[in-house]
């Protein structure tokens, strides 16, 4: 049966193999880990640091997501109180 182990489990033990303080075999006795799962947490890690940097700022984008949202939000409003007034009318 296969363990399973927290991501942030994973990233201790990654960054510990990275700082290359001790060696794969330490580090997987220490942590219960073996040495290969050890080495591919590492690996991806650093495949993963690297695509997290290499991503472009979203932020700009997040910036127009949340405009289009309000702005649909401004329009509903503006609708529903219209909407409102007719029911008066009609009421």
Partial sequence: MRKKFEEGFKARV????IKCNKTLSQISSEYG???????????ELLKGA??????K?????????????YKSVGELKVENDWLKKKLKLLG
């Fill in 33 to 43: 880990v073996h040495s290969n799962v050890v080495s591919r947490w590492k690996q």
């Fill in 14 to 17: 990654a960054i510990e193999a």
């Fill in 57 to 69: 700022n979203n932020s700009s984008n997040n910036g127009q997501v949340i405009d289009n949202l």
């Fill in 50 to 55: 690297a695509e997290i940097f290499g991503k």
